[in-house]
């Protein structure tokens, strides 16, 4: 296993992010305290210089695991399950040109909070046949370029659908393209799973990326979760990809950095 950490390549309201102010210093900070990669969480790659991104991350002996997109949703409302065929369509085209980023670093993409929700008044069905559709289409494009997709459960007070490692996996299923996988976060997964263990064992052919934070969203260490075990889990199923922490800035990006570093050497991720 390898271990990164979420930085974000602008500033933006979602709030678990570690770093989401001067990329370029942040970088650094990143591969000053070992990490092996830094997740990038990217709102619009058309908004970027994406040769400067590239030459910082190169620069710093970084790898780039994943690339997230839920800001896309978060600031602009872009989903894969709204009623508006536009929006779905926007969404798409926005997941399209991030799979074009990540083509640049062999980058996993994230469909995570871009999924939306199933607004009220809209069938269910309907809502999670617009998502699939949406999946499809992007899922053939990424085959074009050698990448893989990787669909995140989130807990029910982000979204209404998709919360469990095994809704992801039944989801998966349905959607049916091979470069489809399954991103298992401890966060939500803490909310929403009847073991978190159990559910790592049973959706173990589809996990391609993980996250990890703590109960409270701190770096792992600062909440209730038992991380040793989680690894020991992980490392049953034969798991070789990316531990990415996705956690909040607190006490200060500095700190919540420091102290994922110190925890994911302690559980010897590596
Ligand atoms: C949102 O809570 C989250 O975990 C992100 O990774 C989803 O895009
Ligand atoms: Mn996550």
Redesign the pocket.
Known sequence: MKKSIVISTQPTKFS?LAFKEDFENSVKKVADLGFDGAELAVRNPKDLKVDDVINILKENNLEVPAI???QAYGEEGLSFSDPDEMVRKTAVERIKDQILFASHFDAQV?I???RGIIVENVNKTKAEKWTIDCLRKCTEFAKKYNIRLTL?P?NRY?SNFINTLNEGVEFIKRVGASNLGL?A?T??MNIEEVSIYDSIIQAKDYISHV?FADSNRWAPGCGHLDFVKIVQTLKKIGYQGYVSA?ILPLPDSDSCALLTAETLNRLDIR
């Open positions: 678990a997230g997109t839920g994230i995570g909070l871009i995140e989130v982000e991103l976060d966060f939500h996250h996705e």
